[in-house]
């Protein structure tokens, strides 16, 4: 048997096995050394093949393919640094849980540690952010295929097994790297893995009825990435619990309309009242999911400690940063929409939250009637906003949306890395959820983050895209602005305000995107609202600094002293 056959034959075997484990997808990043398996990924009838150049660029953008679709996405590149530019990405889909099959092709054993060119050390390149790696066998002349079976169900299994996450497949291979396209191989034997799917426990259960007594409880749901069934909406209307929803729980929207006043959406600002925070201490409160985006959310909970702290999270591995819970329970919160309960009466603690929320939102819009900021922009982006997706950036973005994102009965979900909160790979992360959902995706993200991925754009050369990215440029950090470090003038501005005085217009000529500048709420109004006519578009949106922090203080010390006086 020539190199070329056994070369076949191992490729061949390794992406049927792939596939027979539901991979679907797999994005490539173009070299000489993944040539063979890039060959087969190309030939594989089951697999879609989504190409990036930049291989920072393409991890996020497997990433957020894996996240929207919730299914394993494979991720290839070639030998050496390629491969160390996956380690961004590879550490949010750790943090986030996100399942990506990372493949790095290598140069064969005997060309490692001799000066061989892009020959680096990729034994467990990645380390700890990835749930399991190994070095896989080269293809020989009698390949143990049954073998590199085994390993690529592992693989499969341990990304998509709680908690979920990226695992790491290094593979030698030695010239020639050039594949037989008429050799014919059977698909290797299959294991076949059988997975129990239960109801919660009876002792959790249980604990669950003694929890659910009080009627000061708190329901705090984290980041989720599908639609909730019915049986959410059913069970939070006999829970009869306030239910405070971050903004990439997908809560806000595709709302049951009975649910309506149980969803609190504006927790973060009203939680900026001592007064209400004094009153408004709960006995039990039950969180789905990891931490939400507030921290006044996160430092009332860790400053109340409930005598009941009870957190769903499949893995052994609770999110609990400020040490306040008091129950980890390692099983699906789908199972407790599922258990039988008795509708809870209304009760003056839950009528207190809706009260307080909307007397939020009645402020908000006579405020955004009368003021100008990004938040108040922010806000008529997400007013246009349905049948589709929005992915939004970390640093101000996801704290306006947290503000300002109002719980609607239209269809948008939305997503973010929110695993290590960084602001790179944003705009790929969008390309990879508006690739896996097919269906219009908005971007909303700043200046800088904007900067840190724009050669994200390129993969709308390379398949079908549509996405709308609003970008609120405002020269600089503006998160920092907020923080204390402000307050100290000497180096605030080249430390952390970092203005770099770039507009995108000629970015947007570059990718051949639409382009439109906006200042005002009619304009960028007008600018959503004009169909687009190419495959992205870039509204910029120009805003000040130091104007955003004082609006917002001005709506968030207005609900203050609101709910002060009460």
Not at 290 to 299: F, G, R
Not at 500 to 507: Q, S, V
């Amino acid at each position: 048997m020539t190199n070329r056959k056994y070369l076949t034959e191992y490729v061949s075997a390794f992406t049927h096995s792939l596939v027979n484990q539901g991979v679907r997808n797999v994005v490539i990043s173009p070299g000489s050394r993944s040539t063979p398996l890039a060959y087969a990924c190309m030939k594989e009838e089951k697999l879609t093949v989504y190409r990036q150049i930049d291989e920072r660029s393409a991890a996020y953008f497997a990433l957020g393919m894996a996240k929207a679709s919730g299914e394993p996405v494979m991720l290839l590149c070639t030998s050496g640094t390629a491969a160390a530019n996956f380690f961004p990405a590879i550490v949010e889909a750790f943090y986030a849980r996100i399942p990506l099959i990372v493949v790095t092709a290598d140069r064969p054993h005997e060309l490692r540690e001799v000066g061989a060119p892009q020959a680096i050390n990729q034994i467990n390149l990645f380390g700890s952010h990835v749930k399991w790696s190994v070095d896989l066998p080269m293809p020989e002349e009698e390949n143990r295929l049954d073998f590199l079976v085994r390993h690529l169900h592992r693989s499969v299994k341990s990304a998509v097994s709680e908690p979920r996450g990226p695992v790491h497949l290094n593979v030698p291979f030695r010239e020639p790297l050039v594949l037989d396209f008429e050799q014919q191989n059977d698909s290797p034997g299959e294991i076949t893995h059988l997975k129990n799917e239960s109801l919660l426990s009876p002792s959790i259960q249980n604990f669950i009825e003694g929890a659910v007594q009080t009627e000061k409880g708190l329901l705090v749901i984290g980041e989720m990435t599908e639609i909730l069934p019915p049986e959410f909406w059913a069970f939070i209307r006999k829970l009869n619990w306030p239910v405070l929803a971050d903004p990439l729980s997908n809560v806000r929207g595709n709302i049951d309309e009975s649910c309506r006043d149980l969803i609190i959406d504006s927790y973060d600002a009203i939680l900026k009242s001592e007064a209400f925070k004094e009153k408004m201490v709960p006995e039990a409160v039950i969180r789905i999911g990891p931490q939400p985006v507030s921290k006044p959310l996160t430092l009332y909970l860790a400053a109340v400690k409930p005598e009941i702290y009870a957190v769903f999270d499949e893995s052994p591995m609770m999110r609990d940063a400020q040490s306040v819970v008091t129950h980890h329970i390692q099983a699906s919160a789908s199972g407790l929409w599922l258990m039988e309960m008795s509708p809870k009466p209304a009760n003056p603690y839950t009528e207190k939250w809706t009260s307080a929320s909307q007397l939020f939102w009645e402020l908000a819009e006579l405020h955004c009637n009368e003021k100008l900021d990004e938040g108040v922009l922010a806000k008529v982006l997400f007013d246009e906003l349905d049948g589709c997706d929005l992915i939004v950036s970390s640093s101000m973005p996801i704290r306006d949306t947290d503000t300002y994102f109002k719980t609607t009965a239209r269809d948008v979900m939305i997503y973010g890395n929110r695993g290590a909160n960084g602001i790179d790979g944003v705009v790929s992360t969008a390309m990879g959820v508006q690739a896996a959902k097919q269906r219009p995706a908005f971007l909303f993200i700043g200046d800088l983050s904007f900067l840190h991925d724009m050669n994200g754009l390129i993969a709308s050369k390379m398949q079908e895209t549509n996405l709308t990215v609003v970008v609120m440029n405002n020269d600089g950090g503006g998160i920092f602005s907020y923080l204390p470090q402000s307050q100290e003038e000497r180096y605030f501005e080249e430390l952390f305000g970092t203005p770099t005085g770039l507009k995108f217009e000629d970015a947007a000529r570059m990718y051949d995107a639409e382009y439109a500048a906006v200042e005002t709420k009619e304009q960028l109004r007008s600018a959503l609202r004009t169909p687009k006519e190419k495959a992205v578009k870039i509204i910029e949106v120009f805003t000040d600094r130091e104007t955003n922090v004082r609006v917002h203080r001005e709506l968030w010390n207005l609900l203050t002293e609101e709910l002060d006086g009460q």
